[in-house]
């Protein structure tokens, strides 16, 4: 009860001062739905900004691997035996392989 009585007493401490007014109270509770309960609200966009920025991340990564890969490609297509010979082991029937690690 006590409580309650000195809450009571700052709410008209605030209204008194001119701080505690029609528009404050208004605006105050459109910050909080805003923050809180609206459909897109604070935390629903900072997960998807979390989620984009992680999206862009993987972008680079594949980004990279598919530039390896084009080229991993262009060497194949340039070099057929010496991919066949160097990733598959072939060789020549008189030919003996030497492998260097």
Do not use: C
């Not at 700052?10 to 910050?31: H, N, Q």
């Not at 309960?37 to 989620?51: G, Y």
């Not at 999206?55 to 060497?75: G, T, V």
Request: net charge positive; proline share 1%; no cysteine.
């Amino acid at each position: 009860m006590k409580r309650l009585l000195h809450l009571k007493q700052v709410i008209t401490d605030l209204m008194a001062s001119g701080w505690l007014t029609k528009y404050t109270v208004s605006a105050g509770l459109f910050v909080i739905w805003m923050l809180f309960f609206d459909k897109h609200n604070f935390f629903t966009q900072w997960s998807l900004r979390r989620s984009v920025n992680h999206l862009e991340i993987s972008i680079e990564k594949y980004k990279k691997q598919l530039a390896e890969a084009e080229s991993a490609h262009e060497d194949l297509m340039n070099n057929k035996e010496k991919f066949a010979r160097e990733k598959y082991l072939m060789h020549k029937p008189d030919e003996d392989i030497f492998l260097f690690q």
